[in-house]
């Protein structure tokens, strides 16, 4: 494992993002993402949209500590117990970054078609000023950001390996997208470690 220096803010304001460039050789991301997708309990994501329930073809998996719950789209889910490889990925993302987590949420975009609309993590269970470490396993996909007052956008390529830190006051004014790209083939694979502080 290799860790960047570049973890400068990317964003101008009310928040902050660093993105830490590829943290993983190529093999050993590559590697990490070929045993989560063979190993870990992953099923298709729900949530509610104008009263109808959404099954969405991305799919996803949460682990962490145990007895922690997450609720968000109005689901509610039980972390399943870390797996060792997880658990490797995540005192990486805690040696990076400073901070500690005790869940991680993952989700699994089988081509450039499945996307994430715009949306901020701010649910209760994360507290006043999520942090938020993202690792991404897979093809490089375009990330947006869009402050929620001004509209302004910050774009980057998430590129396979890397890891992308938000913290601060960035879930109360900026929302974040992973935006389709049709001509993408190829899988895409994100976690997400955050830390549970209330209501879990």
């Known amino acids: ?16 993002a660093c993105y830490y460039g590829p943290m993983l050789s190529l093999h ?24 109808k329930r959404i099954i969405t073809r991305r799919k996803v998996a949460w682990y962490g500590d145990a007895g922690l719950a997450y609720t968000y789209s109005k689901t509610t889910r039980h972390a399943l117990p870390w797996t060792p490889h997880l658990l490797e990925l995540k005192a990486m993302a805690e040696q990076a ?8 949420l993952l989700n699994l975009y089988h081509n450039g ?14 507290g006043k000023m999520p942090v938020i ?6 093809a490089e996909r375009r990330f947006v950001l869009k402050h929620k007052k001004t ?3 910050i774009e980057l390529l998430l590129e396979h390996g890397s890891m992308l830190l938000m913290k601060g006051e960035t879930q109360q004014h900026w929302l974040h997208s992973l935006p389709p790209a049709k001509r993408i083939e190829d899988l895409r694979m994100n ?6 502080v ?3």
């Open 198 to 200: 209330a209501g879990g």
């Open 151 to 153: 509209n302004q956008k």
């Open 97 to 104: 970054s400073g901070y500690t987590f005790n869940t991680c």
């Open 28 to 51: 050993e991301a590559s590697h990490y993402c070929n045993v989560f997708l063979e190993t870990l309990q992953w099923q298709q994501d729900e949530f509610t949209m104008f009263g």
């Open 191 to 196: 976690l997400t470690f955050r830390n549970i």
């Open 113 to 126: 078609t499945e996307s994430m609309g715009w949306h901020s993590d701010n649910e209760k269970e994360l």
């Open 1 to 16: 494992m290799t860790k960047s220096q570049n973890d400068a803010n990317i964003l101008p304001y009310d928040g902050s």
């Open 133 to 138: 470490a993202s690792v991404s396993l897979g």
